[in-house]
């Protein structure tokens, strides 16, 4: 992927090395907002941490080569996201409201409660923010055998992607319909968010190459192996030897490189209904 010397965002909110925006917080608002973050596709072990961490840690780690070359990277590719979004929406005359991205090591505040390396990347919807611990790139490559910059690039993406899920009030209509769902079936409805999300990366990629020529041999195939690495059937087997299909909340991998090619294909970012019936089953 081609990325070196491009503009960086500015739209990065760096947090690493220190224990900055930790806020003693807790209490019952807090295990609320944590509900609502599982709700939306998080993972259980940050609010887990969130109830048992009650002394904030300042991280002592001080950054490599190697680390500032990832966050350097990581602004590129945030800032390839901005032009890309912004010439979608430009292209439909509204003004395109990009997100912000926190980098932080180890453990941090968020507007979607505590958030930790364990959680993975996240997008928390209450402050508009995209969360990355740049170690879980490492853990990409090594854990999940998902190598490539490319790969990491498409978390980033998919982050992004429900950045715009938010804006255009995708997230909201499915929030909506919790009271009125089962638990099964809410979930279900959180899967075909996430496939969105994959898709709207996939949208990504087609622009970002269209605008500035980024793919190299290899990426796509890259970003496709990550989707199929961290497909929930795939992480479940992981973890726990066997498949829970009702946990599901990301969507398995088959689902999850079909979206995300299909929004590569095409380009179109009113292609990626994954909410109607049947898709890619
Ligand atoms: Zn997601």
Not at 122 to 142: G, H, M, N, Q, R
Not at 211 to 219: M, S, T, W
Not at 239 to 247: E, L, R, S, T
Request: glycine share 10%.
């Amino acid at each position: 992927m081609r990325w070196m010397g491009n503009r960086e965002s500015n739209n990065v909110e760096d947090r690493r090395g220190g224990g900055s925006g930790l806020i003693a917080g807790g209490g019952i608002g807090t295990i609320i907002i944590g509900l609502l973050y599982i709700l939306l596709g998080g993972d259980p072990a940050v609010v887990v941490n969130q109830v048992i961490q009650q002394t904030p840690q300042v991280s002592t780690k001080t950054t490599s080569a190697e680390e500032e070359k990832l966050a350097s990277f990581t602004k590129v590719v945030l800032a390839y996201t901005e032009d890309v979004w912004d010439s979608i929406y430009n292209e439909r005359g509204e003004i395109y409201e990009a997100p912000k991205l926190v980098l932080f090591t180890q453990q941090t505040q968020s507007g979607c409660g505590f958030a930790s390396d364990a959680s993975g990347p996240f997008y928390c919807p209450a402050d508009k923010k995209v969360y990355i611990d740049l170690s879980f790139f490492k853990e990409l490559s090594e854990r999940f055998n998902a190598p490539g910059e490319f790969a990491m690039a498409y978390v980033i993406a998919h982050e992004v992607g429900h950045h715009i899920q938010q804006l255009n009030g995708t997230a909201a209509a499915v929030q909506q319909m919790k009271s009125k769902l089962s638990e099964k079936e809410y979930n279900q409805l959180s899967v075909k968010l996430e496939l969105q999300a994959d898709f709207l990366a996939g949208v990504w990629a087609h622009h970002a190459n269209r605008l500035r020529n980024i793919l190299e041999q290899g990426d796509i195939e890259a970003a496709l192996n990550a989707a199929n690495a961290i497909g929930d059937d795939r992480l479940q087997q992981q973890q726990q030897g066997y498949i829970v299909p009702d946990a599901f909340t990301h969507g398995t991998s088959k689902q999850r490189m079909y979206w995300f090619k299909k929004g590569f294909e095409t380009g179109d970012p009113f292609k990626g209904n994954t909410f109607a019936q049947n898709q890619a089953e």
